[in-house]
């Protein structure tokens, strides 16, 4: 049986409120737009998932992961590949690299920001070899 849509919202609502020290830290890095000026979510859901970290307008999901997902290897592939049909990019990040190494994980998420999703936006257009589609990036109206 599939959670309903006030139960998935109310548990996001729950893990806010119990966020770990690791999410903590991440999140005061992230809130705001001060990575990027990308606007993060945290504990968004995303069908029946309720993602650590969501950037809705680049399409990228961050999972933190602690030692419980080195049982869950499975499970967490399968939550990756629904993510990814519905067209985000999911970059996961240990606890300890998120505790040790803070500055490497915020750039690579801002590298991720910068990366123009290939898969989500092919054009008709060719390449300028003549080979293959040109992938555009989109261009935010001023």
Avoid at 110 to 139: D, F, I, T
Wanted: proline share 6%; with cysteine.
């Amino acid at each position: 049986m599939k959670p309903s849509t006030d139960t998935i919202r109310d548990r996001a609502r729950q893990l806010r409120r119990d966020q770990t020290d690791v999410e903590s830290k991440l999140w005061l890095c992230l809130r705001a737009r001060q990575l990027s000026s990308a606007k993060f979510r945290h504990q968004y859901p995303i069908g029946p998932f309720i993602t650590d970290f969501c950037c809705f307008e680049h399409r990228l999901v961050l999972e933190i992961d602690g030692s419980q997902h080195v049982f869950q290897a499975a499970a967490d592939e399968r939550r990756s590949a629904f993510l990814k049909s519905r067209g985000y990019k999911v970059l996961r990040f240990w606890d300890n690299e998120v505790i040790e190494n803070i500055d490497g994980v915020l750039q690579q998420i801002a590298h991720a920001l910068e990366e123009p999703n290939l898969e989500a936006e092919p054009s008709p257009l060719p390449s300028p070899s003549g080979r293959g589609l040109q992938v555009e990036k989109k261009r935010n109206p001023k």
